[in-house]
């Protein structure tokens, strides 16, 4: 990186210009500004998922550990940002994106953005914030609403009553997700008979006081991995985030579940809460929210969903039936990042009951005063920025009409992704979508046909090879830089709980077309002919071979 | 806000155009863009904190619970924003603006904020933030180096090693500190002798392991408010929090911290952490940090330091001395969203032992798979925006020196300042700076003169109705939207351990003159004569002639 040589003292007054606007809009920030703008527009018209260079090299650019000691001009670091940095980026808008959750972003996000950036409001309390804690309190109110659908005098009492708080704003998910386990904890360990409640005498003692030997969570094999970090920082341990199998579906078992349950009481573990999870990450599938809720209620314990995924399809009123009994839950959480098309760090949870959080409410001398309108006192989080203004704004832009054409386009595509793999013989659709996820597998014809007849050890290694074949051209793929897919492991039930590894895909970008999901199918057709693979495939043929002469 | 009056079914053209980029400058989106850029221009450049409009006023316009059925257009949005959004912030940038921890931002920071949200990186896996990993790698390991000054080898091996992180980067510094008691917790408590360790069997089993009733952190009563937070959530318990008195000088007494210690030790509980503050929010002074190091390795206990405001200190060669100590500490949280000048939501936690975080690493069959690059299988929160661009902006375009410039100039700031307030014979400086924050409050030389001669009783008298008079001034001059200080209530010694209610000042915008610190005192002076505040001071001449006549 070039840098200014300057006298060793900096100047001064220039050290205090970069903290004033440039006055004329052809100042040289004011060029750099419409510099970087045109810079991007490239970026983000290309849609190409972004070239690959091998990390180890773009590491290099990045391995010097002392901080400079000269200052820089602006215009030689956007330079330096555009060549190393924005060139060496992953476009995750592009259409051709379909891996994971991150998706194109409405235009009209980035101008906003720059309101946010530029009041740098500190939501943890109104003294730094101002009109953003009423609007961040709507935000929270709204989805209250699109969830629990309470009436106008409900939101009239709690929406914006600075006591309380409907939910919780925070950086994601898994903030939130952790959120509301520790409120479920704090209220079932609260004060009552002379113990001072866990958030003050601490998890053993609660352990004494409800005279049991552990609090557990249940959550299918499904679940999001931010609960396992829950579990082992609310201190209750990842062995009692009780992992329940699933169905065919990829849906929490309920006979299962309840026997879970039952082992647990004759261990002398309480449930502290079961999770229903709607939109699992990997397949997007949606739990039985209604049994979930009426087990919880059987048995007095909280009732979570993890609808970080799946929470936006609520906004459309063709689909919003799937998630049928999250009105019942205490809590859910929602990351407006992923279906509502709001820049990262937008996750929420919202509580039924208003006074929740009273659970975890907290206060100091000099901000979170008693009585305040700070929603710090309710959040996991200290300082904050404003994100919760581009939820609004999306809200408000694209409207719930709007929102529910996304969601149902999303919805046909995965079907008509499906579809599209189910017709190819040499393809293996492992999940059907529910929502808009799906996971799949090259798999061709006449390797089916010895899945079906093979003995489990030999179908075992037959998939031992896939997953090889599966991990090398999803590589591949996201280094020819054309399309992305991501990939996981799942054990499908017609393969006896194997695990096998399988292309996950993720149809959220409104801007991918029929066309593009076709060639990421030629394309990966083409790599099963490329060398690494026929390699692969010809080892399965010598399996089959060879178990033929033992059986012959 | 007006709607537009479009045909049930929104226009899906039009729906998919706000997902890309507008094609011309003087498109209808390139046009509002350059007019949010102005409005925040005009907004940016009126240097007054932002106009008194009632809060319950503002609620109003953020009282609707109902998520809007249909889309609206950009440029209404906007103007709703500018109406009734950015008018009603509180411009933090300000120069009179000093109450509160968020300070004026380096202009550059929103051209390069643009790049960020554009971009829309997800740190948390390789897949969807490329150079954006190995560029907080960076950041991370010159934040190392500010602290530890560790040599170039170790930075080779450590800086861009996959397997592990030198630190997290997370929101903010409440995250960060839990962060760094949670793998200091989880470490103490770690697999061994048939334990698999806290993280999968909990806390309870935990202590049994280590046979102790309990787990404490230690830190003055100064410490942040987040630790509180942090010992509940971690299930330590904040009785387990144990705040340590404080010396005149805010900083821990070493004889007190050793008393409690002894204390735990007869309780069966056990030390996790020692914290040292290093810049404490309310008064900004720094804990004996070498010898708070010392003790926690008498101890063998786990040495934090909580230098989230403290931690920019590091980059000024003159002031570097007086965090002398803090190379000793296993983990240290800075903020860079404070003295860095980074716009909301970057903190950092530092540790010394670049395996430590291995004690809260995660994994998952999707991302964050072992030995993959990802960020992710290292930090609390799970999806991240690349933040840390803007650390590495601020770090290259102003420079070790240009900070070193800011951070100087703030301490003689806060210092002239303090020499105001003390050669005005009506105010009381209460806390010296020792960084860039002081206390004082509004007490007439006539009162200082009673209080000197006062009992306990009837200075606590008196200080009661001092409180008031603080109270109600901080109010009226926020209300005022000249300038701000913000208050709290600290108990300092010369008042037998009464708590008062103080004026609270923070020195960290670079554009506030000495001539606005004038204008902050005269205008408190004028408060002094109006009504409200000459009905409080005849209650206080009322107070002192009652006791000369009963002592007549």
Chains 1, 2 share one sequence.
């Not at 953005?113 to 109104?126: D, F, G, H």
């Not at 006192?377 to 920025?385: A, F, V």
């Not at 071979?545 to 059986?551: F, I, K, M, P």
Request: aromatic share 6%; glycine share 8%; with cysteine.
């Amino acid at each position: 990186m070039p840098r200014t040589r300057e006298p060793a003292q900096a100047n001064l007054e220039s050290l205090y210009r970069i903290f004033t606007i440039p006055e004329a809009p052809d100042s040289t920030l004011g060029r750099i500004d419409q510099a970087i703008s045109d810079n991007l527009a490239g970026f983000l018209q290309e849609h190409i998922v972004a070239v690959e260079r091998d990390l180890v090299e773009i590491e290099r650019d990045f391995s010097q550990s002392r901080i400079p000691e000269e200052p820089m001009y602006v215009s030689h670091y956007t330079d330096f940002l555009k060549e190393k940095l924005v060139s060496q980026s992953v476009h995750t808008a592009s259409p051709g994106f379909v891996g994971h959750m991150t998706s194109a972003l409405p235009y009209f996000m980035l101008p906003l953005s720059r309101i946010l950036t530029a009041l740098n409001q500190n939501l943890v309390k109104v003294e730094t914030s101002r009109a953003f804690t009423p609007m961040e309190r709507q935000v929270l109110g709204m989805l209250h609403h699109l969830i629990y659908k309470r009436e106008g005098a409900f939101y009239d009492q709690w929406l914006q009553n600075s006591r309380h708080a409907l939910g919780a704003f925070c950086s994601g998910g898994t903030v939130a997700n952790l959120t509301a386990l520790w409120a479920a904890r704090n209220r079932l360990c609260g004060p009552a008979d002379g113990f001072r409640g866990i958030a003050q005498e601490g998890l053993p003692r609660a352990l004494q006081h409800l005279d049991c030997k552990g609090l557990a969570v249940l959550v299918s094999r499904r679940g999001h991995y931010s609960l396992g970090k829950a579990a082992d920082v609310l201190g209750i341990g990842r062995d009692n985030l009780v992992a329940v199998d699933t169905d065919e579906r990829n849906r929490i078992d309920m006979a299962s579940l309840r026997e879970q349950c039952a082992r647990l009481r004759g261990e002398g573990i309480r449930p502290l809460a079961l999770i229903g999870v709607a939109g699992t990450t990997e397949t997007g599938n949606i739990d039985p929210l209604d049994a979930l809720a009426a087990l919880a209620q059987e048995l007095g314990c909280h009732f979570h969903v993890d609808a970080a995924w799946g929470g936006a399809t609520l906004l459309s009123n063709n689909y919003r039936r799937l998630l049928k009994g999250i009105e019942r839950a205490d809590s859910v959480t929602i990351d407006a990042h992923k279906q509502m098309y709001v820049p990262m760090g937008a996750g929420m949870v919202l509580f039924k009951d208003p006074t929740a959080l009273a659970a975890i409410e907290h206060h100091a001398a000099y901000i979170l005063r008693e009585g305040s309108r700070d929603l710090g006192s309710h959040t996991l989080e200290g300082s904050r920025p404003g994100m919760a203004m581009l939820v609004h704004a999306g809200l408000s832009i694209i409207g719930r009409k709007g929102y529910e054409i996304l969601i149902d386009r999303g919805i046909e595509r995965a079907r008509r992704f499906a579809q599209m793999i189910a017709a190819h013989s040499d393809f293996e659709l492992v999940t059907e979508p529910e929502l808009n996820i799906l996971t799949y597998r090259y798999n061709p014809a006449w390797v089916q046909r010895e899945l079906v007849a093979a003995t489990a050890e030999k179908a075992a290694r037959i998939n031992e090879v896939l997953d090889k074949v599966t991990e090398t051209m999803q590589k591949r793929q996201r280094e020819n830089g054309r399309t992305f897919v991501s990939r996981t492991r799942l054990a499908p039930g017609r393969y006896r709980g194997d695990r096998i590894t399988v292309f996950r895909v993720v149809l959220a970008n409104p801007l991918t077309t029929d066309g593009i999901l076709s060639s990421v199918i030629d394309e990966q057709c083409e790599m099963a002919g490329q060398e690494e693979n026929r390699v692969l495939l010809d080892q399965i043929q010598a399996l089959c071979a060879q178990s033929v002469r033992l059986s012959a």
